[in-house]
């Protein structure tokens, strides 16, 4: 049974650009988060998607919005990149009511230079 | 505001030894969970406990072993017999909502080295 797959595992754009980053949850989860962690940090909370809505937002800029389809997979889109928005993106998923805890993708390791 | 401390940066020990990881957390709710989580070279975070804050009991899993203090706020990680399999970035997470709606509070990670 495949966990939580992730696309690309790395990933270099220049300041300015855009990116999406892309997410398929473990099989039979429903809901996807999404956390980014800078390096040496603890992850943090970026958003939450479930049945196809943003249900929770972290203190993150518009600059980062994020899409959830019918078949539960999402994507996370980030603008006008930062140099500081370098980080380990990672993707979480979890079953509504059912799960304990999430599982969570290896990530997408992005660098913005 | 919830808020993770875990203190220790860094802990190296030889294998066989015990080592405690140490996690202290902040929050306003009556009701909240904690997690730990370990973060393989790899990157992804793997699961290894969820505590609510009614349950006061510490659990042990193997050579795992938990201490939830609420009086004192903290939620600690030993590890019995350390294996170099063991090293890792560990995470301790606090969520104020285990249901549907939760999202995780992270502490920095503590770095465990076990050298052989």
């Known amino acids: 049974d495949a966990g939580v797959t992730q696309s690309p595992t790395h990933l270099i754009k220049t300041r300015g650009q855009q990116v999406t980053l892309r997410c398929s949850p473990k099989?039979?989860?429903?809901?996807v988060s999404w956390y980014q962690q800078a390096l040496g940090q603890g992850p943090q909370f970026i958003f939450q998607?479930?049945?196809?809505?943003?249900?929770q937002r972290g203190n993150f800029p518009d600059r980062f919005s994020g899409h959830q389809f019918p078949n539960y997979s999402s994507e996370l889109n980030v603008n006008a990149l930062l140099l500081g928005d370098s980080a380990l993106y990672l993707c979480?998923?979890?079953?509504?009511?059912?799960?304990?805890?999430?599982?969570f993708g290896s990530g997408t390791r992005l660098t913005v230079v | 505001a919830q808020k993770v401390t875990q203190a220790q940066t860094e802990i190296s020990v030889v294998e066989k030894e015990d080592v405690t990881l140490d996690c202290v957390y902040e929050?306003?709710?009556?009701?909240?969970?904690l997690f730990w989580y370990k973060q393989p070279p790899s990157g992804e975070l793997v699961f290894l406990i969820r505590?609510?804050?009614?349950?006061?009991q510490n659990e042990i899993s193997g050579r795992y072993s938990w201490n939830f203090q609420k009086s004192t706020s903290s939620f600690n990680f030993t590890i019995t017999a350390s294996q170099v399999v063991d090293s890792a970035v560990y995470f301790c997470?606090?969520?104020?909502?285990?249901?549907?709606?939760?999202?995780?509070?992270f502490g920095k990670g503590t770095l465990l080295t076990v050298n052989p």
């Open positions: 979480a998923s979890w079953e509504t009511g059912v799960s304990y805890g999430y599982t």
């Open positions: 099989s039979g989860h429903d809901t």
């Open positions: 998607y479930y049945e196809e809505e943003e249900r």
């Open positions: 929050t306003r709710d009556t009701t909240y969970y």
């Open positions: 505590r609510n804050s009614f349950d006061e």
């Open positions: 997470a606090l969520s104020e909502d285990g249901g549907s709606n939760y999202k995780l509070t």
